[in-house]
């Protein structure tokens, strides 16, 4: 076997999912995807499946402080996500490290309601994500209910969504607002806002129930292109690529008895239609 270069370091700072589709396990999966070596900060140990988080166990968050940290003293991080931070300490605690400039190309998924509807974050938590992690994050890529909680207001449509992008990106970070839950569309919107300029990014619609885990997955896959070096709209746009080619993969299989996962594997991303 040929030796290959050495991979770029990537790391996910977010909860488990022991049904696999969602959480660190879409994180690692889609780091597989893209050649990147995936490191991790375990924030919660669920015990979920396709079609509910059935309990929560959130790991104290001096333990995730240090998973972090001895990652980060150890290899090349290039770039970091968060997903479901679980507790408002944690939040504040991944919020001080990005703070110190020690989390660099900080990608913040704001998971607060899991995909089948349960809550992952409460008032305090939110309250957290909007003080200590979005002034130093590099991209925030929420969902509409998510861009909502943050905003306080409806993004329901895409002229909600794109004033939505704008102000968040007034606190600090480049916006991506995810429009995947919009009604009524033959093809998504995604918007994002950095450094002054809106994009729209657009694309066809997959039709399938298999749609578990899809935010996690699109957010480490940002996260993965920006450790490659991809600047942040070629990044978005890959990303929305990859989600895209991952729902299509997995459109007709039968895994679990709710929404399944994405074909994270199966829809490996090149770089000459990526970059």
Not at 234 to 261: D, E, F, I, M, N
């Amino acid at each position: 076997m040929r030796p290959t270069a050495t991979p770029a370091v990537a790391l996910t700072i977010a909860g488990s999912d022991s049904g696999g589709g969602a959480g660190v396990q879409a994180d690692l999966l889609a780091f597989a995807a893209h050649g990147v070596h995936g490191t991790t900060a375990l924030t919660a140990v669920t015990v979920q499946d396709t079609r509910h988080v059935h309990a929560l166990h959130a790991v104290p968050h001096e333990t995730v402080t240090a998973q972090a940290v001895v990652v980060l003293d150890d290899f090349a991080v290039a770039a970091v996500k968060t997903g479901m931070l679980a507790t408002a300490q944690t939040a504040r605690a991944v919020g001080g490290l990005a703070a110190a400039g020690r989390l660099p190309n900080l990608v913040v998924d704001p998971v607060m309601v899991s995909s089948t509807g349960a809550p992952l974050v409460d008032a305090e938590g939110l309250a957290a994500y909007l003080e200590h992690l979005l002034p130093y994050a590099t991209v925030v890529t929420p969902n509409l209910a998510e861009a909502e909680a943050l905003l306080d207001r409806p993004v329901r449509i895409p002229a909600q969504m794109r004033a939505a992008a704008a102000d968040l990106a007034a606190l600090g970070p480049a916006a991506l607002v995810t429009g995947g839950h919009l009604d009524g569309c033959s093809t998504t919107l995604d918007v994002l806002h950095v450094a002054g300029e809106t994009y729209e990014l657009t694309g066809a619609r997959v039709v399938t129930s298999n749609t578990h885990g899809t935010g996690c997955t699109f957010s480490a896959a940002l996260t993965a292109r920006l450790a490659l070096g991809d600047e942040i709209p070629a990044a978005a746009r890959a990303a929305k690529a990859y989600v895209t080619s991952a729902l299509a993969a997995a459109a007709h299989w039968r895994l679990g008895h709710g929404p399944g996962p994405l074909a994270h594997i199966h829809a490996r991303p090149s770089d000459e239609e990526n970059r």
